[in-house]
C-alpha cells in the first residue's frame, strides 16, 4: 500500500491543525445540508390557482422533500460519526486528511445525487436510485477508512485508546453499505 506521512510531533500547534480539520469538514458538512434544501424549487403556480391546485403542486413535490428530508439524515449520520471520531484525535497525518476530503467529496455530492434520483422518481431507469445508493455507499466506506485509519494505534493519531469495542463498531460502520447494496 501507499504509505502515509509521518504523523507531526504532537504539541499546541498540532492540536490546532487537528481543530481545523474539523472545523472544516463541519464547514462541508453544514454546506452540503444546507445545498438540500436549495435544490427543492418552489412550484410556480399559475396566478388563477386556487388552494386545491397549489396543494396538488406540493404533492407532486412529495418525492423531493422525502429525499431532502432522508439525505438531510444521512449527512447528519455522517457529522455525528465524524465528530464522534475527531473527538478522541490528537494527532493527524497525510493518509487521515486525504480519507477526510475523500468523506467530505462523497458528502457533497449528495445533493446532486438526491436531486437527480428525485427529480426522475417516475422514470423507468433505475440509474438515478443506483447513482444515489452509490453515493450512499461512497461517505459510508471512507468513514470506516477513515476510522480504522485512526484507530490504528501504529498510527499514533488518537489522544488514548478507544473507548469502545471496536469490532462491534466495524459492524456498525460496514452495515449501510450491505443496506445500500442490497437496494441497489
Same mark, same amino acid.
Given at each position: ?56 403542486? $406540493?404533492?407532486?413535490? %412529495? &418525492?423531493? /422533500? !422525502?429525499?431532502?428530508? *432522508? ?62 445508493? $452509490?453515493?450512499?455507499? %461512497? &461517505?459510508? /466506506? !471512507?468513514?470506516?477508512? *477513515? ?38
Amino acid at each position: 500500500g501507499r504509505m502515509s506521512d509521518p504523523p507531526p510531533p504532537t504539541d499546541h500547534r498540532t492540536k490546532f491543525q487537528v481543530e481545523r480539520i474539523a472545523f472544516f469538514s463541519d464547514a462541508v458538512f453544514a454546506i452540503a445540508i444546507t445545498l438540500m434544501v436549495i435544490e427543492v424549487k418552489p412550484p410556480h403556480l399559475a396566478e388563477t390557482a386556487g388552494t386545491r391546485e397549489a396543494i396538488l403542486a $406540493l404533492l407532486e413535490m %412529495a &418525492p423531493q /422533500f !422525502f429525499g431532502v428530508l *432522508l439525505s438531510f439524515f444521512l449527512i447528519a449520520v455522517f457529522w455525528h460519526r465524524h465528530h464522534q471520531l475527531m473527538r478522541h484525535v490528537g494527532n493527524y497525518d497525510g493518509k487521515m486528511i486525504r480519507l477526510n476530503f475523500l468523506l467530505l467529496a462523497s458528502v457533497v455530492l449528495l445533493p446532486f445525487s438526491t436531486g437527480f434520483d428525485t427529480e426522475n422518481f417516475r422514470t423507468p431507469t433505475a440509474l438515478p436510485s443506483i447513482l444515489y445508493n $452509490l453515493n450512499c455507499i %461512497a &461517505p459510508t /466506506f !471512507f468513514t470506516y477508512r *477513515l476510522f480504522m485509519h485512526v484507530l490504528n494505534e501504529r498510527n499514533g493519531l488518537l489522544d488514548a485508546p478507544w473507548p469502545g469495542d471496536t469490532r462491534w463498531l466495524r459492524g456498525e460502520l460496514l452495515y449501510p453499505i450491505a443496506v445500500f447494496t442490497l437496494i441497489i
